[in-house]
C-alpha cells in the first residue's frame, strides 16, 4: 500500500508557507509570491488537475509538481526586477530539470532557509538564474 504525496501551500497576507503536509513545519516560508502566481505555474506545467485550492491555500498531490512551485516560488521571490521575459525564462528552465537537479535544486532551497532564512534564499535564486540564463 503506498502513501500518496500531499503538500501544502498555506496563505497569508502576500506570504507563502511551503510545508510537506498541512500540520508540519514550514520547510521554506515567507515568500512573497501570490495564489495566483502560483496557480499560473502549475498551468503552465499543465498539472491543474494535481492541485486543489482551498480559500487558506493550496493542497499539491504531486511530489514534482511541489518541489517545481518551491524552487519556481523561491527564485520568483527573491528577484529584484520581475520581467515577463525573465518569468518565462524561469518557468521554461525548471520545466525542464530533470528530477536528479530538480531535487538538487529544492533541498538547496530548503537547508538554505533553515540555516540562513530568506537572505540565504537570495543565493539560491541568484546561482540558479545565472545557472540557467535566466538573467540575460
Known sequence: MGTQFSGFVLFRKDRAY???DALGK???SKL???KEDLIELARSFDA????????????VY???LYKRLV???VTLSRMRRRSSLKTLRLVEAV???DDYSLHFWYT???SAFKRGGLRALGRVSRSLRVLYGVDR
Open 71 to 73: 524552487v519556481n516560488a
Open 48 to 59: 491543474l488537475d494535481k492541485i486543489k485550492v482551498t480559500r487558506s491555500g493550496m493542497w
Open 18 to 20: 511551503f510545508k510537506r
Open 108 to 110: 538547496e532551497a530548503a
Open 32 to 34: 512573497r509570491v501570490g
Open 95 to 97: 520545466g525542464k530539470l
Open 62 to 64: 504531486d511530489e514534482v
Open 26 to 28: 514550514a520547510e521554506v
